[in-house]
Nanobody, 123 residues
Framework: VQLQASGGGVVQAGGSLRLSCAASGRTFSRYAMGWFRRAPGKEREFVAAVTWSGGRTLYADSVKGRFTISGDNAKNTVYLQMNKLKPEDTAVYSC?????????????????WGQGTLVTVSS
C-alpha cells in the first residue's frame, strides 16, 4: 500500500489549507485513515481519523471545530480540511492507514504511512 500526501504549504494565521492523501496498491474492505503531525522539537501528535465508510470521525481536541476529515472511497483519497489555522498548527502532516475498524489515536495502530507534507502557518 502506498500513501501519497499533498497539499501542504505556507499560509497566514486564520487561513485554510486542504491536505489530500491518496492510497494505491492493495485494497482493503475495511480500514480507517488518520492524520498525524509532528512539529519541530515535539512528538508526533494525532490530528484526526475517519472510518472507511466515512461514517465515524475522531478529532484531537486541539483541532476540533477547525479541521474536518473526510474520505472519497471512489478515489481512495482522504482529505483534511484545515480552517482557522494557527501558528501552533505548523508541522509536518502525515497520513496513515489502520486495518482495524475502530478509530484510534495511537500511531502504533496504523500499519501504513505516507510521507509527510509540511504546513507552515505564519503569524
Amino acid at each position: 500500500v502506498q500513501l501519497q500526501a499533498s497539499g501542504g504549504g505556507v499560509v497566514q494565521a486564520g487561513g485554510s489549507l486542504r491536505l489530500s492523501c491518496a492510497a494505491s496498491g492493495r485494497t482493503f474492505s475495511r480500514y480507517a485513515m488518520g492524520w498525524f503531525r509532528r512539529a519541530p522539537g515535539k512528538e508526533r501528535e494525532f490530528v484526526a481519523a475517519v472510518t472507511w465508510s466515512g461514517g465515524r470521525t475522531l478529532y484531537a481536541d486541539s483541532v476540533k471545530g477547525r479541521f474536518t476529515i473526510s474520505g472519497d472511497n471512489a478515489k481512495n483519497t482522504v482529505y483534511l480540511q484545515m480552517n482557522k489555522l494557527k501558528p501552533e498548527d505548523t508541522a509536518v502532516y502525515s497520513c496513515a492507514l489502520d486495518l482495524g475498524s475502530a478509530l484510534s489515536m495511537r500511531y502504533t495502530d496504523y500499519r501504513y504511512w505516507g510521507q509527510g507534507t509540511l504546513v507552515t502557518v505564519s503569524s
